[in-house]
Nanobody, 115 residues
Framework: QVQLVESGGGLVQPGGSLRPSCAASGSILSFSVSAWYRQAPGKERELVARMSRSGPTNYADSVQGRFSISRDNAKNTVYLQMNSLKPEDTAVYYC?????????WGQGTQVTVSS
């Protein structure tokens, strides 16, 4: 059973940066897809960034140029570098991974952008 543990959320002022991380219980080399989603209060969960072993990296239009997804295979960890944060980026951020025919979600980490 794969476990994903997120950390690195928090409170930041507009214009600031955060880098949530998602640590997997096993090797992430076997994951075909790594992604971050977010869910703001009263809204549906939405895709923020997605990367796959064999395809391009995709970003939501609202974060393009500000966020960057990356993987450190040696640490079995996926990151989401978030720069130039805005109040509308406030949400719970979830890590998502696909291995074979199964997908896995982390427990979420709260990101709050406020002055």
């Amino acid at each position: 059973q794969v476990q994903l543990v997120e950390s690195g959320g928090g409170l930041v002022q507009p214009g600031g940066s955060l880098r949530p991380s998602c640590a997997a219980s096993g090797s992430i080399l076997s994951f075909s897809v790594s992604a971050w989603y977010r869910q703001a209060p009263g809204k549906e969960r939405e895709l923020v960034a997605r990367m796959s072993r064999s395809g391009p990296t995709n970003y939501a239009d609202s974060v393009q140029g500000r966020f960057s997804i990356s993987r450190d295979n040696a640490k079995n960890t996926v990151y989401l570098q978030m720069n130039s944060l805005k109040p509308e980026d406030t949400a719970v951020y979830y890590c998502y991974q696909v291995r074979g025919l199964r997908d896995y979600w982390g427990q979420g980490t709260q990101v709050t952008v406020s002055s």
